[in-house]
């Protein structure tokens, strides 16, 4: 049996994100200008609703769609708060922040640099999506890192 690869999978990465929002169309908006992110593929149903689209932050990719309650697909809106959050590493988190926070993000927490050698910053979206990004400042061994936490 022959498989045919119908649509390949980014090198390196095998776990998407699938986030859902209220107004997908706004969100991919919104993506662009605050994260960078570009907009792979998009498909719409007929109702008018975004069934799938698919965006990269640099090498990261993740997916997106409208809510779909009766199939139990909806949003942090709906839902009051969300459990999860998606962790991206950039180049420079604190130029992304500083755009992000221009295009209407809420920083939870700004950049700083962390014991573990990531200067990281948390964020949410307008969507309720909870968003880390970071970038690696230093290699830090797991001693290094021991040694980090214990004199906190």
Request: some cysteine; aromatic content about 10%.
């Amino acid at each position: 049996m022959t498989k045919s690869k119908v649509h390949p999978v980014p090198d390196g990465q095998t776990c998407f994100p699938y986030l859902s929002a209220r107004s997908a169309a706004e969100a991919i908006e919104f993506y662009k200008r605050a994260f960078g992110a570009r907009e792979d593929s998009r498909i719409p149903m007929p109702d008018g609703r975004i069934g799938h689209a698919e965006l990269s932050i640099g090498r990261a990719r993740f997916f997106l769609s409208d809510e779909y309650p009766e199939l139990g697909a909806v949003s942090p809106e709906t839902l009051g708060g969300s459990s999860a959050a998606v962790v991206v590493y950039v180049e420079d988190v604190d130029a992304l922040v500083a755009q992000a926070a221009a295009a209407g993000a809420t920083i939870d927490r700004p950049p700083q640099d962390k014991p573990f050698g990531d200067r990281a910053a948390w964020l949410r979206d307008p969507f309720g999506h909870r968003w880390s990004f970071a970038s690696r400042i230093e290699d830090v061994s797991p001693e290094e890192l021991q040694r980090r936490l214990s004199a906190v």
